[in-house]
């Protein structure tokens, strides 16, 4: 069964738009320079900077009583409060799994955030298994939490899985040169952005997700469509006897992605 895996954060989930309008709303409460924002989007790094880093700051340059826990508590309840699936995204996954693809998320960060942005989007019962770089205690581009999804998605990592498989992320070190060193092939979502890697490349480039979808798709190697669409995401893996791990391993790399 061909497998097709995804990042979370800027890949099915527009990310960095929600910790725009979070950051938005933190001025607004905290009557605080709405021109402060390009500030809030560049110390945040797109999520790859530790929160703690970014809400350190955030304290430092306004003098906030509150500790860095309540603001991380605040910004938790906050990015989630306006983080969505896009329509079409989800129509892009019903369309490969119509066609007869297996689908997963491979997303580094920490477990109970992760968790919730998949389980508050509806994305849990579109697919067929996740992994979670904190509670995996594996970060991408650790080729071994690409064979950690596959599994978890109900396909033994042997064999030719890796043939059969596709990566679409947006994060060059992170999503790209994972597939690469997984012998995985992908599909890398640019936003705009030009290519800046030199030592690895993806198979395909595309704007956007349901773009990336309708590519992997066209491929020569696609399966063929089948009838009905198979139950996924909690149901197979309660059947399949396929834990969640939703406890935080608290000494595990995350990934900083959040």
């Given at each position: 069964?061909?497998?097709?895996?995804?990042?979370?954060?800027?890949?099915?989930?527009?990310?960095?738009?929600?910790?725009?309008?979070?950051?938005?709303?933190?001025?607004?409460?905290?009557?605080?320079?709405?021109?402060?924002?390009?500030?809030?989007?560049?110390?945040?790094?797109?999520?790859y900077v530790p929160r703690s880093t970014v809400l350190s700051a955030v304290r430092r340059r306004y003098g906030l009583d509150g500790s860095t826990?309540?603001?991380?508590?605040?910004?938790?309840?906050?990015?989630?409060?306006?983080?969505?699936?896009?329509?079409?995204?989800?129509?892009?996954?019903?369309?490969?799994?119509?066609?007869?693809?297996?689908?997963?998320?491979?997303?580094?960060?920490?477990?109970?955030?992760?968790?919730?942005?998949?389980?508050?989007?509806?994305?849990?019962?579109?697919?067929?298994?996740?992994?979670?770089?904190?509670?995996?205690?594996?970060?991408?581009?650790?080729?071994?939490?690409?064979?950690?999804?596959?599994?978890?998605?109900?396909?033994?990592?042997?064999?030719?899985?890796?043939?059969?498989?596709?990566?679409?992320?947006?994060?060059?070190?992170?999503?790209?040169?994972?597939?690469?060193?997984?012998?995985?092939?992908?599909?890398?979502?640019?936003?705009?952005?030009?290519?800046?890697?030199?030592?690895?490349?993806?198979?395909?480039?595309?704007?956007?997700?349901?773009?990336?979808?309708?590519?992997?798709?066209?491929?020569?190697?696609?399966?063929?469509?089948?009838?009905?669409?198979?139950?996924?995401?909690?149901?197979?893996?309660?059947?399949?006897?396929?834990?969640?791990?939703?406890?935080?391993?608290?000494?595990?790399?995350?990934?900083?992605?959040?």
């Amino acid at each position: 069964m061909p497998l097709l895996l995804f990042d979370l954060d800027n890949t099915l989930l527009p990310r960095d738009a929600a910790f725009r309008a979070w950051a938005q709303d933190f001025l607004s409460e905290h009557d605080l320079p709405p021109g402060d924002l390009d500030w809030f989007v560049t110390l945040d790094g797109g999520g790859y900077v530790p929160r703690s880093t970014v809400l350190s700051a955030v304290r430092r340059r306004y003098g906030l009583d509150g500790s860095t826990e309540f603001l991380l508590a605040h910004y938790r309840r906050g990015i989630n409060s306006h983080i969505h699936c896009p329509p079409r995204h989800m129509e892009a996954l019903r369309a490969a799994r119509a066609a007869g693809w297996t689908l997963g998320i491979v997303s580094n960060g920490g477990t109970r955030p992760q968790l919730e942005k998949i389980r508050r989007t509806g994305l849990g019962p579109m697919v067929d298994g996740w992994v979670i770089s904190e509670e995996a205690d594996c970060v991408k581009p650790d080729p071994l939490i690409f064979e950690i999804a596959a599994q978890r998605c109900g396909i033994a990592p042997t064999g030719e899985w890796a043939a059969h498989t596709w990566m679409v992320g947006d994060h060059a070190p992170a999503d790209i040169a994972g597939a690469e060193l997984a012998g995985l092939r992908s599909v890398w979502l640019h936003h705009g952005r030009p290519w800046a890697e030199s030592g690895y490349r993806p198979t395909l480039k595309a704007a956007g997700l349901p773009e990336a979808v309708g590519q992997v798709l066209a491929a020569r190697n696609a399966p063929s469509p089948r009838p009905g669409i198979r139950a996924g995401g909690w149901g197979r893996r309660q059947a399949a006897g396929v834990p969640v791990r939703e406890s935080a391993l608290l000494s595990a790399r995350s990934g900083a992605r959040g």
